[in-house]
């Protein structure tokens, strides 16, 4: 409990410090999500093993004999309600909403049959041009989140995206935020946002997607605080694994349909397996978007889900 309290204290006294300097994106609207999780890695993105992640708060430890349950209650109440107003102060410039403060979303809060199809980009650009034409030719819609390093790297496979559809903020160097000092978070983000406009002349803004997945609520809160809402998955395809990993345009097509639901965000990755040179998730994206259409839902953007306003 100590330690739980001790982070998010931290968390409300660095955001107080760190948001005057917010840029400020497009209004970002009121949505309703699951409680902000502990720290965790989810291994997901390029170079590393992604997995579907279920993000569940940490046990609460006992509290010591000399202090009481309800102290212990009280006391953690008091942080929280602290931490929430100080992350609420440093963006009221963003435009973000209070319900989506310290949130990182698994699931758009919906109850009608959308789905929203998401890119990463970071490692090469070698499904981009399938997924684009495919994209196009079914008219669907999608949002991908490109790092600083995938952008000046491929800058006009990037231009073609961002021409197109909404781009979101996978940081610079797509390193897992929880294991840097604050300087070095801030300097992910703010040198990919940066990289992103110098390339394709697009602000990233709101849209924010967390490397492997690794988060906690101090990275949450600094996310926050430089203008962004957090986008996770629902389901990750694993596309990007290749035959190694024993994935196959099948495999990725019934990953995606099992897990369709209401609001339902899939993970998919335009890069190719570093090894075999598989782009699976190109592969299988025609029969992805007709499959989720034949279950009676309807594709979206990020953008297209979320409310123009607070």
């Known amino acids: ?136 030719a079914r008219q669907a819609p999608g949002t991908f989140f490109l790092t600083g390093a995938f952008v000046n790297a491929f800058p006009s496979a990037s231009r073609q995206v961002a021409a197109s559809y909404p781009i979101g903020n996978h940081t610079q160097n797509h390193k897992d935020l929880t294991q840097l000092t604050t300087a070095e978070v801030l300097a992910e983000i703010r040198t990919g946002a940066a990289s992103i406009r110098n390339v394709t002349g697009v602000d990233p803004h709101p849209y924010f997607r967390f490397p492997y997945g690794a988060v906690n609520a101090s990275t949450i809160a600094l996310v926050n605080a430089e203008c962004y809402v957090p986008f996770r998955w629902t389901v990750d395809t694993l596309g990007w694994e290749g035959t190694a990993g024993k994935i196959s345009a099948d495999v990725v097509l019934q990953r995606v349909v099992a897990a369709l639901r209401p609001g339902a965000v899939v993970l998919m990755h335009v890069g190719s397996n570093p090894d075999d040179g598989t782009t699976f998730d190109a592969d299988a994206l025609p029969r992805v978007i007709d499959a989720i259409r034949a279950q009676g839902y309807t594709l979206v953007t990020l953008e297209r889900v979320l409310p123009a306003t607070p």
């Open 1 to 136: 409990m100590g330690s739980r309290l001790g982070s998010l204290l931290y968390a409300a006294a660095l955001v107080m410090v760190i948001g005057a300097g917010c840029a400020t994106p497009r209004a970002i609207p009121t949505v309703a999500s699951a409680p902000a999780p502990s720290a965790s890695r989810s291994t997901s993105s390029e170079g590393a093993s992604p997995t579907e992640m279920t993000l569940t708060p940490s046990p609460t430890s006992a509290p010591s004999s000399s202090r009481s349950v309800s102290s212990v209650r009280t006391s953690t109440a008091a942080a929280r309600t602290t931490a929430t107003h100080a992350t609420s102060s440093a963006t009221q410039g963003c435009g973000i909403a209070k319900s989506l403060l310290g949130k990182d979303l698994t699931v758009l809060p919906v109850t009608e049959k959308v789905v929203a199809l998401t890119f990463d980009a970071g490692a090469n650009a070698n499904g981009v041009a399938p997924i684009l034409a495919t994209l196009a």
